[in-house]
């Protein structure tokens, strides 16, 4: 079956700098990428996604990007701020037309020191 | 858009007792529900994928007879704990599949703390 890892478990950045937490993937069918951000103590939010005809997606302050060859993801946060801090968990689906099935990966613990 | 609601957000009860968790979806209609186990510090722990109006599939290691899974509507799911025990002391997360963001995109709840004692 599918396999996420994640990595780092922990990074700790200065408040204006860039974070980068990268994941990677063992199944070739799964087709959909979303990336949560989940505060103590509640339900994890979804930041962004990208699906696996798409290298690249941003949102403002948020990037991702995908390299099916070789089976990775990144999220990319640039001009950190402290409410950034939170643990993000990425993620890999083969999609509703499957089971749409999430495989989690261990998760990144982000503090953004002001 | 896409809000997941689950009640009771906090509960402990004793030992042997059943405990039942709603999840809603308040503006959408959800043809497919998950459930999620989460220890603390830990990655979320996929227990149940829920359909309306059908059995829900248990992941392997998950005993369905003591976590109940009802799916009665596409805006409705219960987990019911039965017999609790405190091992099962745990954040249980629901997240559905559906919302407008994409038919891949799931919007969780914002969890349920379980305190047995």
């Known amino acids: 079956g599918e396999n996420v890892e994640q990595h780092p478990s922990t990074l700790s950045v200065q408040e204006g700098d860039s974070a980068v937490i990268k994941c990677t993937y063992s199944d070739s069918a799964s087709n959909y990428f979303p990336w949560y951000k989940q505060e103590l103590g509640k339900g994890p939010q979804l930041i962004i996604d990208i699906r696996s005809n798409v290298g690249e997606k941003k949102d403002q302050r948020i990037a991702v990007t995908l390299n099916k060859t070789a089976k990775h993801f990144s999220l990319h946060i640039t001009e950190t701020q402290p409410e950034d801090s939170a643990v993000y968990f990425c993620a890999a689906s083969k999609g509703s037309s499957n089971t749409g099935k999430l495989i989690f990966g261990q998760g990144t613990t982000l503090q953004v020191k002001p | 858009g896409a809000v997941v609601s689950q009640h009771p957000s906090r509960v402990i009860c004793k030992s042997g007792t059943s405990v039942k968790i709603e999840c809603r979806s308040l503006?959408?209609?959800?043809?497919?529900m998950f459930w999620y186990r989460q220890f603390p510090k830990k990655s979320l722990m996929l227990m149940a994928t829920s359909n309306e109006g059908s059995k829900a599939t248990y992941e392997q290691g998950v005993e369905k007879d003591k976590f109940l899974i009802n799916h009665a509507s596409l805006t409705l799911s219960t987990l019911t704990v039965t017999s609790a025990h405190p091992e099962d002391s745990s954040f249980y997360i629901c997240?559905?599949?559906?919302?407008?963001?994409?038919?891949?995109?799931?919007?969780f709840g914002p969890g349920t703390r379980l305190t047995v004692l």
């Open positions: 997240s559905a599949l559906g919302a407008s963001g994409g038919p891949d995109t799931q919007y």
């Open positions: 503006d959408f209609q959800a043809t497919t």
